[in-house]
């Protein structure tokens, strides 16, 4: 069954670093997301994609968070300048055209230092 | 914005029983979807359930849409069980998902 993949499961960055983290969605799917985590709280939605724009972001998605889709088969997402209280499970998601079921990658676990 | 309230918060159970795991929400939907995070963190589709009934394997899940609820069945529990339970719905016009507080398994052996 295709899957959506993550890399890199855990990342430890010092604090004012650049990260980018990876996802690949499943083949056919063309809509993207990113949701986070922060330790011990609810799973909070960060961005959606389509079409090689942003359509929605929240306001936890300011201008230290862009994403990206580089080719046929990554979705990024970069944070600028880390700070500690982005210390959380970073989520990748996709789903096809249709169909609202959202796939849900395993997550990276990023830690600032 | 929409309202997702799960219950319980917590559930301690030995393994082989059974358990019902409830998620409320305040406006009408065309999604629900319920995860399974386990001890690593890692997120795990479980249902793709805007209505209707739904099983797999030893899990099942009923949505009753007009009454804005859910409910996910596990039954004879094993350890492996053991994570937090989550659902989520579509904020309103919108297609972000909005997850609940969870509901934490505890499946002792």
């Known amino acids: 069954e295709p899957e959506v993949t993550q890399t890199p499961s855990h990342q430890v960055t010092q604090m004012g670093q650049e990260v980018i983290l990876r996802c690949v969605p499943i083949?056919?799917?063309?809509?993207f997301y990113w949701y986070r985590q922060i330790l011990g709280q609810k799973v909070e939605f960060l961005v959606s994609?389509?079409?090689?724009?942003?359509?929605?972001k929240s306001e936890i998605f300011d201008d230290q968070f862009s994403v990206e889709r580089p080719d046929g088969s990554n979705f990024t997402l970069k944070i600028r300048s880390t700070k500690l209280e982005d210390s959380a499970m970073y989520f990748c998601?996709?789903?096809?055209?249709?169909?609202?079921?959202?796939?849900f990658g395993p997550g990276t676990r990023l830690t600032v230092t | 914005g929409i309202q997702v309230e799960q219950s319980p918060p917590d559930l301690i159970l030995q393994e082989g029983a059974n358990s019902t795991l409830r998620c409320n929400f305040s406006?009408?939907?065309?999604?629900l979807q319920w995860f399974h995070q386990n001890p690593w963190g890692q997120l795990i589709n479980l249902f793709y359930?805007?209505?209707g009934t739904k099983q797999n394997g030893r899990l099942s899940a009923t949505t009753v849409a007009t009454e804005r609820y859910s409910l996910l069945y596990i039954s004879s529990s094993q350890t492996t069980d053991s994570g937090v339970y989550f659902c989520?719905?579509?904020?309103?016009?919108?297609?972000?998902?909005?997850f609940g507080k969870g509901t934490k398994l505890t499946v002792n052996p």
């Open positions: 998601a996709s789903r096809a055209t249709g169909v609202y079921e959202q796939y």
């Open positions: 083949s056919n799917h063309l809509y």
């Open positions: 994609f389509y079409n090689n724009e942003i359509s929605e």
């Open positions: 406006d009408s939907v065309n999604n």
């Open positions: 359930i805007p209505s």
């Open positions: 989520a719905v579509p904020q309103g016009g919108s297609e972000k998902l909005v």
